[in-house]
């Protein structure tokens, strides 16, 4: 079975400062997809970031960055100079390969203050 | 180009009644899915079909609900009786050939009084 962990419930970040988000997770595949997705307060799920586990380069989009360790089976998000917008709860998920299944965990809630 | 389409995006009915929600994937895509987001359980996929066809229905809740997809541009979710604890947040997703990434559409507030 396919397990997602996100340990952080909350976290708050200081407008333009750096935040982490932190992501585990288990599975017995070598094939596999891994996302974070943003919920902003409309509700609607915007993906943020993919990786497959097959790459060794951490994926990059703008401000949004990961840090994929495969051997510790850790996938954080780093968002870089945090602006308001980038409030919402951020859900990490786990594809595996041949598989559509996505396993969610339970979500952050990133708070960005002024 | 239009992401996916869902509606209504809100619903309030009474325990009891037929609810109906619908979905129009992304042009082209194949695989459509269904969740279902509470407080409680977080997101849950209920179904997926992929080129029209139910592949996995394993997280639908029970009989009362039922999902079709009678081309690859609609699909409908319907649950009946509806309960007061099928009150959440339902989103409809959909990827394309190569299935790497699932985009959500805006999702449908359902409220059961």
């Known amino acids: 079975a396919q397990t997602v962990t996100q340990s952080q419930p909350e976290m708050s970040v200081q407008e333009a400062e750096t935040v982490t988000l932190s992501c585990t997770y288990d599975?017995?595949?070598?094939?596999?997809?891994l996302f974070w997705y943003k919920q902003p307060p409309s509700r609607q799920m915007i993906l943020v970031i993919r990786q497959e586990a097959y790459k060794q380069q951490n994926a990059t989009e703008n401000r949004f960055s990961v840090n994929f360790q495969k051997a510790a089976k850790s996938f954080s998000l780093k968002i870089s100079d945090s602006q308001l917008g980038d409030a919402a709860m951020y859900f990490c998920?786990?594809?595996?390969?041949?598989?559509?299944?996505?396993?969610f965990g339970k979500g952050t809630k990133l708070t960005v203050n002024p | 180009d239009a992401g996916v389409i869902q509606s209504p995006r809100h619903e309030v009915t009474e325990m009891g009644q037929e609810v109906t929600l619908r979905c129009k994937p992304i042009?082209?895509?194949?695989?459509l899915f269904w969740y279902r987001q509470t407080m409680m359980r977080g997101l849950e996929l209920l179904i997926y079909?992929?080129?029209?066809?139910?592949?996995?229905d394993s997280g639908m809740p029970e009989d009362r609900f039922s999902a079709k997809m009678p081309n690859a541009s609609f699909s409908t979710l319907k649950i009946q009786p509806s309960e007061p604890r099928d009150s959440a947040v339902y989103f409809c997703?959909?990827?394309?050939?190569?299935?790497?990434?699932?985009?959500f559409g805006p999702g449908t507030r359902l409220l059961v009084l």
């Open positions: 998920a786990l594809r595996k390969g041949g598989s559509e299944k996505l396993v």
């Open positions: 079909f992929n080129n029209n066809v139910p592949i996995d």
């Open positions: 599975t017995s595949e070598s094939d596999y997809y």
């Open positions: 042009s082209g895509h194949n695989s």
């Open positions: 997703a959909s990827s394309g050939q190569r299935r790497e990434t699932q985009y």
